[in-house]
């Protein structure tokens, strides 16, 4: 039975609403029980609400968490917006020069972690609405350090939530590739992930694969973190990883369309710059 798409914006909306409180609540667990072990002052996110000019307009929340054990800092971040795009950006985006007004719902994370050793991770889904509709978004992972296994073991279970889902990994991976280019530098953000944008074709079929990536990040992130969580690390080791962070700094304020979007549809300036890194260094 075919559904109204005022129904798709509301189960979209509730479902990225719910990701963003199980994100938060697994990575806070991470956090309470590694700063236990070594029994140090436990980070808690803190939750901030944010509305558009215009209240009816929406607007969303996010969490952060600062200088935990696990976590240098994380953002979680939701919000369900709708508007009139600009009149200069609108045709960057599909369905907006016949109508203007658009509708928007998603979720966003980015993790730096403490330990140079842990990769940074980032994850967003998204539905959108103009006078066309569909999902969009990914996952991708920014070491400091090379790791061939943890490389394999991202990519080998993006491709199994990619393959369940009769999507095409290889299609998403090059998207990913391609996107996550620091084009200044000549070279890729990190190892890659998944990317994907447009899908409009099968409504319920998208809606369940968009579900099943945002719980796949979980449990990837959880892997990586418990994987390495104990492993002792050197100040050099840090110090590749804040170099690292200012080339994460430099492609999300030049490159990433996620910041543009928030910036051109009067979103919150916290919640959209969360994903920059507490601290980092350029050589």
Same mark, same amino acid.
């Given at each position: 039975?075919?559904?109204?798409?005022?129904?798709?914006?509301?189960?979209?909306?509730?479902?990225?609403?719910? =990701?963003? #409180? @199980?994100?938060v609540?697994?990575?806070?667990?991470?956090?309470?029980?590694?700063?236990? &072990? +070594?029994?140090? %002052?436990?980070?808690?996110?803190?939750?901030?609400?944010?509305?558009?000019?215009?209240?009816?307009?929406g607007?969303?929340?996010?969490?952060?968490?600062r200088n935990?054990?696990?976590?240098?800092?994380?953002?979680?971040?939701?919000?369900?917006?709708?508007?009139?795009?600009?009149?200069?950006?609108?045709?960057?985006?599909?369905?907006?020069?016949?109508?203007?007004?658009?509708?928007?719902?998603?979720?966003?994370?980015?993790?730096?972690?403490?330990?140079?050793?842990?990769?940074?991770?980032?994850?967003?889904?998204?539905?959108?609405?103009?006078?066309?509709?569909?999902?969009?978004?990914?996952?991708?992972?920014?070491?400091?350090?090379k790791? =061939?296994? #943890? @490389?394999?073991?991202?990519?080998?279970?993006?491709?199994?939530v990619?393959?369940?889902? &009769? +999507?095409?990994? %290889?299609?998403?991976?090059?998207?990913?590739?391609?996107?996550?280019?620091?084009?200044?530098?000549?070279?890729?953000?990190?190892?890659?992930?998944?990317?994907?944008?447009?899908?409009?074709k099968?409504?319920?079929?998208?809606?369940?694969?968009?579900?099943?990536?945002?719980?796949?990040?979980i449990?990837?992130?959880?892997?990586?973190?418990?994987?390495?969580?104990?492993?002792?690390?050197?100040?050099?080791?840090?110090?590749?990883?804040?170099?690292?962070?200012?080339?994460?700094?430099?492609?999300?304020?030049?490159?990433?369309?996620?910041?543009?979007?928030?910036?051109?549809?009067?979103?919150?300036i916290?919640?959209?710059?969360?994903s920059?890194?507490?601290?980092?260094?350029?050589?």
């Open positions: 039975m075919k559904i109204s798409q005022e129904i798709e914006k509301k189960l979209t909306g509730q479902w990225f609403a719910f =990701l963003q #409180e @199980k994100i609540e697994e990575f806070q667990n991470l956090e309470i029980e590694f700063s236990k &072990k +070594k029994k140090n %002052k436990i980070s808690y996110f803190k939750k901030k609400f944010w509305e558009k000019k215009d209240p009816k307009d607007g969303g929340q996010y969490y952060i968490l935990g054990q696990i976590f240098d800092k994380v953002g979680v971040n939701h919000s369900t917006v709708e508007g009139m795009f600009q009149q200069n950006y609108k045709s960057n985006i599909p369905g907006a020069k016949k109508n203007q007004t658009y509708w928007a719902s998603g979720v966003s994370v980015v993790a730096h972690m403490k330990n140079p050793k842990i990769p940074a991770v980032h994850f967003n889904t998204r539905f959108v609405v103009t006078s066309k509709k569909w999902f969009g978004g990914g996952m991708d992972v920014t070491p400091s350090l790791d =061939l296994n #943890e @490389k394999k073991l991202v990519h080998k279970n993006l491709k199994l990619c393959n369940n889902n &009769k +999507k095409s990994y %290889k299609n998403y991976k090059k998207w990913c590739d391609n996107y996550f280019l620091i084009k200044h530098r000549g070279e890729t953000r990190g190892i890659g992930g998944i990317f994907f944008d447009y899908l409009n099968d409504w319920e079929k998208n809606f369940k694969f968009v579900r099943d990536v945002g719980i796949s990040f449990d990837i992130t959880k892997m990586l973190i418990q994987k390495k969580r104990f492993l002792k690390w050197t100040k050099k080791q840090k110090q590749n990883q804040l170099v690292k962070r200012g080339k994460y700094v430099e492609f999300n304020l030049l490159y990433d369309r996620g910041t543009k979007f928030g910036l051109n549809t009067g979103g919150n916290d919640a959209i710059f969360m920059l890194p507490p601290d980092a260094k350029w050589k």
